[in-house]
């Protein structure tokens, strides 16, 4: 995490039904919706998503709408000058499809047309030597092929069991210039995650509905944070109404940046320590 701050809101607020993470935080076997607000938000996400996949030693499959950038330039924003996409195309661990080709490649949809095709594209990576299959789909093609709210919720519950393999990992993303706001949220319903929009978005929630308020903030799956970051959360907490709360949950590098920048005096935050093994918390307090 960096200090600089996007254009969008200061944090995102995700239904119950969906846990949201960062796009560096997806495993292998997770089925992930992401929001996309704008394109160049869009493009950084999906570029880190296809760049773990790569370095991971997964066939990465990134599905384009025809109305997107060309193949060439596609190609050229994931690679940024690095020569990893561009060397990962040639060998075919990478692949730049169009979505009308996948999901509507003789002008209709099969839910089970496409669930054969994810199952053979899997084993296809197998067979190639590759760690597992990601694929990161814009699902745009559904509106273009007159296929309804309903059937995309359907389709979407229909590929869960897909993902009992945990070689699989997929990340559909709805745009809001496509679909209606109430269907991108329904998408959190039928997908277990949801991926922050921005590589550098935080999702602040309510820890409870008691009154006041308590929010709370999970970084433990940071190991970096700059100080004028921790400085604006603490500034944060700083600002609550008397008797709310902020809880960061962090490990022990970030508690110990946060108390340097004087959070025990913060009367709002709380600081839960945890180590580096996961769930085991090894510290609490301000």
């Not at 990465?60 to 561009?86: F, I, K, N, S």
């Not at 990161?136 to 979407?156: C, H, K, N």
């Not at 108390?259 to 307090?285: A, I, K, M, N, Y």
Request: glycine share 8%; proline share 5%.
């Amino acid at each position: 995490m960096t200090g600089h701050t996007h254009h969008g809101p200061p944090h995102e607020v995700a239904p119950a039904t969906a846990r949201s993470v960062p796009v560096g935080a997806l495993r292998p076997g997770d089925h992930a919706c992401l929001d996309v607000p704008d394109a160049q938000a869009h493009w950084q996400v999906l570029t880190a998503y296809t760049r773990t996949g790569l370095t991971r030693g997964e066939k990465v499959m990134v599905v384009l709408d025809p109305a997107d950038v060309g193949d060439d330039d596609a190609l050229a924003r994931l690679d940024a000058g690095t020569g990893q996409a561009e060397a990962a195309c040639r060998s075919g661990q990478l692949e730049i499809v169009r979505n009308t080709a996948v999901y509507v490649p003789d002008g209709s949809f099969s839910r089970e047309r496409q669930f054969r095709l994810y199952s053979d594209e899997l084993e296809r990576a197998r067979a190639e030597g590759r760690t597992g299959l990601r694929v990161g789909a814009d699902m745009a093609w559904g509106r273009r092929a007159g296929v309804s709210d309903a059937q995309l919720l359907d389709y979407e519950a229909f590929m869960e069991p897909l993902f009992v393999d945990p070689r699989l990992t997929a990340m559909c993303w709805y745009s809001r210039h496509q679909y209606a706001d109430h269907l991108v949220a329904a998408m959190r319903t039928v997908h277990p995650l949801q991926v922050l929009t921005h590589l550098d978005a935080l999702q602040v929630t309510r820890a409870d509905d008691s009154s006041p308020q308590r929010y709370s903030l999970d970084l433990t799956d940071l190991c970096y944070m700059e100080a004028h970051a921790a400085w604006q959360l603490a500034c944060f907490a700083r600002e609550l109404p008397e008797g709310e709360t902020l809880e960061i949950r962090c490990g022990p590098i970030l508690e110990a940046v946060f108390r340097g920048l004087g959070s025990d005096g913060v009367r709002q935050l709380r600081l839960r320590t945890e180590d580096t093994e996961p769930g085991t918390v090894t510290g609490t307090g301000r």
